[in-house]
Structures are given as structure tokens and as C-alpha cells.
């Protein structure tokens, strides 16, 4: 009896805890809204006007709705803008060649100015930490301070990235695309060819084949099963909307995605409060980042967070989470006081 009462809860919660979380943020005021910047349809939701402009940046794959968890709580202090970036969830796609961090980067700060007016904080997670980054540095007067989230610094660039975990992603966009493939389901690639489910152990082979039965059963909507949490199925949701070339622009032609930016220039030229959130599971609890054939396990190792400090701003701080690398999803509570720890000293020294 009390066996099925935990089941049954724990199925309940899988089941339907986005909803509520979306449900969460509706009540907090957020509404859903589209803008044309330089020809782009961007889609974004912005709270209500409670205090200085906050813009959040997704990582690869996602949306702004992995946001949900943080949402409420961040619209308590701020007016929040969180934008889907370009190739992912209700934004519009590019041209191939128009997926670099440069190019995006620019596109974003031209959402700055044209919907929030900047200057602003700009957080971004992952590959949105690098966008966030391009902004704080070529467009210093939109942004009043910066937190990026996990960002891949030095690990995301070629030929490194061939040899991290984050990096098997967008190895499968490229050889996706190579297949000729574009009209099909890339979240059925990615279960068919990733090992996504790893962690697992000796039940990956079976939430695997379970997986890729739903996702044929379903195409174009993200795989839901009653006994995976949503911290597994969030990568789901975004990856049902995602473009592949985006992903596949960091493999090719050497790393087309880092054409024009420079990530050591780029952390030099920031000039304003800057707060480093950096995911150290494996460090943390096994003592490398790297599993026994070398691979990066995690956005950044400990060396790399070390040359990034390096660079940034006298002051910067560095908050070290043991979590997985969606820290505002995983670990909300940690993630909304370390931003809130960089509005305080923005609100302090302004």
C-alpha cells in the first residue's frame, strides 16, 4: 500500500509538474509575446514592471519556459524578459551561416534596445552564457550587469569540443544534417544515436527502446513517460523546437559559431559586476570532471573557471553548485540567490 502511494505521488509529480510550473509563472503575471528585430521574429515572455530590467538566455536546446521554476520569484524584484533565442522554441530559424555567436549575440542585443531599452542585467545559461557574454562586451551600454550561468568557456571550442559530453549534441546536428535528414524528427536521432539516458545504468537500454517508441508514436511533440522526472524530459521539451544547424555550426568548418569572436578578448573587455555560476558535480563528488576516457563531464572544468576569473572584472564572484548543468532548474533556490547576489551589488554600486 505504501509502496503504491509513492508511486502513484511520484508519477503525479512527473506527470504533471510543468504544468503547474507554467501554470506558476501565468499567475506571476508573465505573458507570452513576439517582436521583429533585424528581420528576425523573436518570441518572448516578459513579467510585470516590478523593479530594473532582468534578460534571461537559454542554453542550446532549450527555451525560455525552462525558466518556469525561477520566473515567479524573479518577477518579484525585476522586469523580466526571457527570450527564446534564434533556431529554438517559438523563434524564428536562420540561414545556416547566420549561426554564430557574433551574429546571434547582435541580434539579442538589438532585442535589448528595440524591447527592453536597456542597460539590463543579461543572464545567460550555457551557449546563452557565451551570447550573453558577446553582448556585455560589444554593446557595453545595454548591459548593467552580467551572470552567466555554466557557460562553456574554452571547453566549446574546436577541436576540443569533439571531446566533452555538451560536445555530443551537436556532433549528432551535424552528421543529422550530413544524412539529409532535415525533415525528420531530430529527437528521434538523438535517442536512436545519443546515450542520453547513461545515468541510468542498466536501465538505460530499456528507457531508451521505451523512449524511442513514444517519440515515433508522437512525432514533433517531446517524450513524456509517468516514471522520468522532468529534470530528464525538460531536454525534450526544447529539443522538439530546436534547429539543428544551429548545432551543427559549432562542429563545422572548424567551429563556425566562434567566427569573429575572441572568448579571452571578449572576458577582458567586461566592465561590469559579474557573477560566474559554475556546475561542479563530478568535481565535487568524484573529484574530476572528467570520466575514465577523458571526457568533460561538465561545461568547464576547474582550469578553465580558473583562466575565466582571470579575465573577468576585479570583484567577479564565482558560486560553485554541485548540480547538474541546468542549475536554474535543478537547483532554483542556489540559482535565485546568486542572482540575486549580483542585482545587490549592481543596486549598491549604481
Known amino acids: 500500500m505504501l509502496l503504491g502511494l509513492l508511486l502513484g505521488g511520484y508519477a503525479h509529480r512527473n506527470v504533471t509538474g510543468p504544468r503547474r510550473e507554467l501554470d506558476a509563472v501565468a499567475e506571476a503575471g508573465f505573458r507570452e509575446q513576439r517582436a521583429a528585430v ?3 521574429v523573436l518570441t518572448y515572455a516578459e513579467g510585470p514592471d516590478n523593479g530594473p530590467p532582468l534578460v534571461l538566455i537559454h542554453g542550446q536546446g532549450s527555451r525560455w519556459q525552462d525558466h518556469a521554476r525561477v520566473l515567479p520569484e524573479l518577477a518579484k524584484d525585476h522586469h523580466v524578459f526571457a527570450v527564446d533565442v534564434p533556431g529554438h522554441g517559438g523563434s524564428d530559424r536562420l540561414p545556416p551561416d547566420r549561426y554564430t555567436n557574433v551574429a546571434v549575440g547582435d541580434l539579442l542585443a538589438g532585442f535589448v534596445r528595440q524591447v527592453v531599452g536597456g542597460p539590463t542585467i543579461v543572464a545567460g545559461h550555457s551557449s546563452g552564457g557565451l551570447l550573453a557574454l558577446h553582448i556585455a562586451a560589444a554593446h557595453p551600454d545595454l548591459v548593467s550587469g552580467l551572470f552567466l ?3 562553456p568557456l574554452f571547453s566549446s571550442e574546436m577541436p576540443r569540443l569533439i571531446t566533452t559530453y555538451g560536445g555530443t549534441m551537436l556532433l549528432h546536428a551535424d552528421r543529422f544534417l ?3 535528414r532535415p525533415g525528420d524528427d531530430f529527437q528521434l536521432y538523438m535517442l536512436q544515436h545519443g546515450n542520453y539516458f547513461e545515468l541510468f545504468g542498466p ?3 530499456p528507457i531508451t527502446d521505451d523512449a524511442v517508441d513514444r517519440a515515433r508514436d508522437r512525432p514533433g511533440e517531446p517524450v513524456r513517460a509517468w516514471y522520468l522526472p522532468s529534470e530528464v524530459t525538460v531536454f525534450f521539451d526544447g529539443l522538439v523546437r530546436y534547429d539543428p544547424a544551429f548545432g551543427a555550426a559549432w562542429v563545422r568548418d572548424g567551429g563556425r559559431w566562434y567566427a569573429g569572436f575572441d572568448t579571452e578578448a571578449a572576458l577582458t573587455a567586461v566592465r561590469v559586476p559579474t557573477t560566474v555560476l559554475h556546475t561542479n558535480y563530478f568535481e565535487a563528488t568524484e573529484g574530476t570532471a572528467y570520466d575514465g576516457a577523458g571526457r568533460l ?3 568547464m ?3 578553465d573557471v580558473s583562466r575565466a576569473l ?3 572584472p576585479s570583484g567577479t564572484r564565482l ?3 554541485a548540480s547538474g548543468h541546468l542549475a536554474h532548474y535543478e537547483r532554483p533556490q542556489e540559482y535565485l540567490d546568486a542572482l540575486r547576489g549580483l542585482s545587490g551589488r549592481i543596486t549598491t554600486t549604481g
Open 203 to 205: 536501465l538505460a537500454g
Open 301 to 303: 572544468d576547474s582550469a
Open 178 to 180: 550530413a544524412a539529409g
Open 149 to 151: 550561468e555554466d557557460p
Open 297 to 299: 563531464r561538465a561545461a
Open 310 to 312: 582571470d579575465l573577468l
Open 38 to 40: 533585424d528581420g528576425c
Open 319 to 321: 558560486v560553485q553548485v
